[in-house]
T-cell receptor
Framework: KNQVEQSPQSLIILEGKNCTLQCNYTVSPFSNLRWYKQDTGRGPVSLTIMTFSENTKSNGRYTATLDADTKQSSLHITASQLSDSASYICVVRSGGGFKTIFGAGTRLFVKA | DTGVSQDPRHKITKRGQNVTFRCDPISEHNRLYWYRQTLGQGPEFLTYFQNEAQLEKSRLLSDRFSAERPKGSFSTLEIQRTEQGDSAMYLC?????????????FGQGTRLTVV
């Protein structure tokens, strides 16, 4: 069964600290993996996309990694800001069609 | 604003009533997706259009749900005989091109509350 599991479910950190969010997937065949940021009451916004051959990709203070062998991805946020408070959703696209499987997300709270 | 637009943003309806949501994708985007998101969960795929053709439907899309994209531009999602379990955020997204890696841009969503 195609699944995407994220951990932790929620996380509270102090402003300025770093954090790492995890995503494990069992989607096969694999096409690509995206990390989205979703602010409360808004639609998700893409942060980064990882394909099979990519191990790491950065977008400002966000760095995503992908280990296609272990089917794991992580999103590292550096020097967190209050505006980083949001849900971060890992999304894996199956290579067998246009279906995308969303994780439940990690709810991040950044406190001053 | 040239992003994906959804209307209405919020809808409260009584159980058993029909509701219809509209999605206007980004101009020129040929692909349009509908998702449902409940509190604390990620979006769940409902259906997908390429131009006016509905190419995939999730098993989540019961016979009370119907989606259309008549001219390959805007789309509507109708829920008939709403149930309390239909309460959720309904998200629309659009993308352009044939590449499976093409980014999908999401709208703000329509939050449905069935009372």
């Amino acid at each position: 069964k195609n699944q995407v599991e994220q951990s932790p479910q929620s996380l509270i950190i102090l402003e300025g600290k770093n954090c790492t969010l995890q995503c494990n997937y069992t989607v096969s065949p694999f096409s690509n993996l995206r990390w989205y940021k979703q602010d409360t009451g808004r639609g998700p916004v893409s942060l980064t996309i990882m394909t099979f051959s990519e191990n790491t990709k950065s977008n400002g203070r966000y760095t995503a990694t992908l280990d296609a062998d272990t089917k794991q991805s992580s999103l590292h946020i550096t020097a967190s800001q209050l505006s980083d408070s949001a849900s971060y959703i890992c999304v894996v696209r199956s290579g067998g069609g246009f279906k995308t499987i969303f994780g439940a997300g990690t709810r991040l709270f950044v406190k001053a | 604003d040239t992003g994906v637009s959804q209307d209405p943003r919020h809808k409260i309806t009584k159980r058993g009533q029909n509701v219809t949501f509209r999605c206007d994708p980004i101009s020129e985007h040929n692909r349009l997706y509908w998702y449902r998101q409940t509190l604390g969960q990620g979006p769940e795929f409902l259906t997908y259009f390429q131009n006016e053709a509905q190419l995939e439907k999730s098993r989540l899309l019961s016979d009370r749900f119907s989606a259309e994209r008549p001219k390959g531009s805007f789309s509507t999602l109708e829920i008939q005989r709403t149930e309390q379990g239909d309460s959720a955020m309904y998200l629309c997204a659009s993308s352009f091109g044939q590449d499976r890696g093409a980014e999908a841009f999401f709208g703000q969503g329509t939050r449905l509350t069935v009372v």
